[in-house]
C-alpha cells in the first residue's frame, strides 16, 4: 500500500480539493495523510484520512488580519505566513518519515514551501497542485493577478515573455527570509527565487479545473494534467442543517450570500446584501461561520447559517453572490446559477474575469454598493442569456473524467524521479 501526503495551504475553500484528492486514492487502495494545521484534523478524519499537525498559529494569525482581504495586500500576508509555515510543515514530514519511512508522493500547492524542501530532503516525489489557473502564469494568456496586468496584456507576446522572465514577483521577498532560514536548517539549498523556480514540481502538475474554463498554454510545464474541478464541500459528512431545509420550503428560490470561509471582516458586505435584496423583494440565506459579523436583526425572508453544503443548498436558490473562490464559482457553474463574482484578493478577480468571459455571471468591481450589488443581481435574475451560459456550463461538467485515470497519473509520479 503507498503512502501519499497531503499538504494544503489556507481556508478550507483549499483544504476541500485535497479532501476531495484522498478520497479517489482511498477509494484505489491508498494510504493517505494530511500534513495541516489543526484545525483541519475533523474533517480529515472524518473521510478517512489519517492526519498529522503542523504546529503553528500562522494561519490564525493570517486570517485575523485587516490586511487579508485587500487586493495585492493579502497576497503578499499569504506569502509571508506560508514562508513562516515552512519549517513547522518540514518537521511534521520528518515525524512521518522517521515513524514509518518514506511516503511514496506528496500533493501540495506552491505556497506549501515546506513541501518543496521535504522533497529536496527526504527525496520524496512531489505533484504541485494548482486550484485555479492564476497560478498557471503564461505570456500566452495572462491571469489577472494584478491590476496592472491590463497594461502588460497590450504588449506582444515576445516582449510578454520577456517581462516575465526578468520581472521579479511582488509577492518572493515575503516569504523568501523564512524559507531560506528553513532550507538552511534541513540542509537544502534554497532558491534564488520562488516564482519559476519552485511554483511547478518537476514530478508534475495537477491542475484542478478543466480546459473549457482556462485553454493550456504554450508555455505552461510539460507535464501537466488538467482535471475537471473536484466539487468537495463535504455534504456527506455535514447534511443541510434543518432549518434550513425549513425556510427552503417555505417560500420561493432564495439569492445565497457568502463572504468566504476565510473572511471575518464581512459587516460590510451583509449590510448591503440586506439592504438589496428588500429592495429586490427575494428571499436569502447569508452563509458565514462568523455570526458577529451580520446585521443584528434579521428579517423572516433572511436566515443565516454557519455552514451549508452547497452542492445541496445552490440547486434551490436563484442566485449566488460572493467573492470568487474557485470552489464556490464552480459549485454555482455546476448547479446552473447565475453569480455575481465581488473580488477582493488573490486569484479572485482573474476568476471573476473568466467568468464573464464565459457569460455565466457578472463580477462587481470598485467598492461594494446596495446600487452596485443591485443591477448586478437584478441581471443575473432577469438575463436569460446568463442562465443559459450557466447551464451549458454545468454539462459540460456532467460527464467527469473517470478517478482511476487520475490516479494511476499520480501513481506514476510515486516512481523515483530522476530530477531527485
Not at 504554450?218 to 447534511?239: K, S
Not at 443581481?377 to 478517478?403: I, N, T, Y
Amino acid at each position: 500500500m503507498s503512502h501519499v501526503l497531503l499538504l494544503p495551504f489556507g481556508t478550507s475553500g483549499s483544504v476541500f480539493p485535497f479532501i476531495w484528492l484522498g478520497r479517489q486514492l482511498i477509494e484505489h487502495g491508498h494510504r493517505v495523510t494530511m500534513v495541516a494545521a489543526p484545525d483541519y484534523h475533523e474533517s480529515a478524519r472524518s473521510v478517512g484520512l489519517e492526519f498529522e499537525p503542523v504546529e503553528s498559529n500562522e494561519l490564525t494569525d493570517m486570517f485575523s488580519s485587516a490586511r487579508f482581504l485587500k487586493t495585492g495586500q493579502g497576497t503578499k500576508l499569504a506569502f509571508r505566513h506560508a514562508g513562516k509555515l515552512t519549517s513547522p510543515t518540514v518537521e511534521a514530514v520528518n515525524r512521518l518519515v522517521s515513524a514509518g519511512g518514506r511516503p511514496d508522493l506528496m500533493l501540495a500547492p506552491m505556497v506549501s514551501f515546506g513541501a518543496r524542501v521535504a522533497r529536496e530532503k527526504f527525496g520524496i516525489p512531489m505533484v504541485t497542485v494548482h486550484l485555479y489557473p492564476m497560478a498557471m502564469m503564461s505570456a500566452h494568456e495572462v491571469p489577472l493577478v494584478l491590476p496592472i496586468i491590463h497594461l502588460l496584456r497590450l504588449l506582444p507576446v515576445p516582449m510578454r515573455k520577456w517581462i516575465l522572465s526578468v520581472w521579479p514577483s511582488p509577492f518572493d521577498a515575503h516569504a523568501l527570509p523564512d524559507v531560506r532560514s528553513a532550507c538552511r536548517k534541513f540542509s537544502v539549498t534554497p532558491p534564488r527565487r520562488i516564482w519559476r523556480e519552485w511554483d511547478h514540481s518537476p514530478d508534475g502538475v495537477l491542475a484542478l479545473f478543466p480546459k473549457w474554463y482556462a485553454r493550456p498554454q504554450p508555455d505552461w510545464p510539460a507535464d501537466v494534467l488538467q482535471w475537471d474541478f473536484p466539487l468537495e464541500d463535504m455534504g456527506g459528512e455535514r447534511p443541510m442543517p434543518q432549518e434550513l431545509e425549513t425556510f427552503l420550503d417555505s417560500g420561493p428560490p432564495p439569492v445565497v450570500f457568502t463572504p468566504g470561509t476565510g473572511n471575518a471582516q464581512a459587516r460590510h458586505f451583509f449590510e448591503v446584501a440586506l439592504a438589496t435584496v428588500q429592495r429586490l423583494g427575494c428571499r436569502a440565506v447569508f452563509a458565514t461561520i462568523h455570526s458577529q459579523q451580520l446585521p443584528e436583526k434579521l428579517p423572516a425572508t433572511v436566515i443565516a447559517v454557519k455552514y451549508a453544503p452547497f452542492r445541496a443548498l445552490l440547486p434551490r436558490a436563484m442566485a449566488l453572490v460572493h467573492p470568487g473562490g474557485i470552489g464556490t464559482l464552480s459549485q454555482s457553474l455546476a448547479a446552473c446559477l447565475p453569480q455575481v463574482v465581488v473580488p477582493l484578493v488573490n486569484d479572485q478577480h482573474d476568476n471573476g474575469e473568466r467568468l464573464e468571459r464565459l457569460s455565466a455571471g457578472s463580477a462587481l468591481r470598485g467598492k461594494l454598493s446596495v446600487e452596485k450589488l443591485r443591477r448586478h443581481l437584478q441581471r443575473c435574475l432577469s438575463e436569460a442569456g446568463m442562465r443559459h451560459a450557466a447551464v451549458k456550463c454545468a454539462d459540460a461538467m456532467s460527464h467527469p473524467q473517470p478517478s482511476a485515470k487520475l490516479v494511476a497519473w499520480l501513481e506514476s509520479k510515486m516512481r523515483p524521479s530522476a530530477a531527485l
